[in-house]
């Protein structure tokens, strides 16, 4: 069984057929996603909440993105396996960026993900003409947390709208093969997917984008200290679990496990 291609994966566009991301982290959740057909599986920085339990994706390094780019990768026999740049990762030179990328692509990542418009065309151009495939990611970015005041919907305002517009077309321009458009009007969205040749990924965007990524933690209802308008539990795998522990503590505290069933003679 073959990886999907880039090249596959810009055609989904083509033949208006909807993409599905999701995140993963390890290997066990990547066999899950994979046995489910999601096409593609981001490592995003994500991890930084949900694994780790911080409040924010900037305090995760280059390191802790190989780590787990590595058990995803090592795991995934379909998906298109995409890798997160995490912060200061590509901040600081074009050099840099193009070493850090080519790094999760060594770790086994096809492509990778950065955030930012003009400021990272340098970059994105740079990584496409070394042959690093580059998803964008517009609206809402994370890792400018800090600067943006707090996880706000961007481009309600038509200065910002356009501005968003411009720097999707700016980083096509560069050579991205697509663009995530996060917490953005879906007015908006809509707009760029029709004017954009390259896909678009929504997460809070609406329903006119090529197709949308969630993070898997969401999707299952593991993660509920956070959960934004745009995310609909599938599942709601953290009340199961609890159940399950707590089950599991009471039966050993009154001996009634293990029982003879799960013993050896």
Do not use: W
């Not at 969205?189 to 329903?207: D, F, M, N, R, S």
């Amino acid at each position: 069984m073959s990886h999907l291609t880039i090249p596959e994966f810009q055609r989904q566009k083509k033949e208006g057929k909807k993409i599905t991301v999701v995140t993963a982290y390890d290997a066990l959740f990547t066999q899950i996603v994979e046995q489910a057909g999601l096409e593609v599986i981001l490592v995003g920085d994500s991890l930084g909440m949900v694994v780790q339990g911080k409040s924010n994706t900037l305090s995760v390094t280059m390191d802790d993105m190989l780590y787990h780019t590595r058990m995803v990768a090592s795991a995934a026999q379909r998906a298109l396996v995409i890798g997160d740049m995490p912060f200061l990762s590509y901040q600081v030179s074009v050099e840099e960026a193009v070493k850090n990328a080519g790094r999760l692509l060594q770790a086994g990542a096809v492509a990778v993900k950065l955030e930012g418009g003009h400021s990272v065309v340098d970059r994105v151009e740079a990584m496409s003409n070394f042959g690093i495939p580059v998803m964008g990611h517009l609206g809402m970015t994370p890792q400018s947390v800090n600067q943006s005041g707090g996880y706000k919907v961007r481009g309600k305002e038509q200065i910002e709208a356009d501005k968003i517009l411009q720097e999707a077309k700016a980083l096509e321009s560069a050579g991205a093969f697509a663009v995530v458009l996060e917490c953005v009007p879906s007015s908006l969205a809509k707009k760029i997917t029709h004017e954009l040749v390259i896909p678009t990924i929504g997460i809070g965007a609406g329903q006119e984008c090529d197709g949308q990524v969630l993070v898997l933690y969401d999707v299952l209802g593991l993660f509920d200290d956070f959960v934004p308008k745009f995310v609909k539990p599938y599942a709601h795998l953290k009340a199961d679990a609890l159940q399950a522990l707590t089950r599991y503590k009471e039966e050993v505290e009154c001996g009634k496990f293990p029982s003879d069933a799960e013993s050896y003679q």
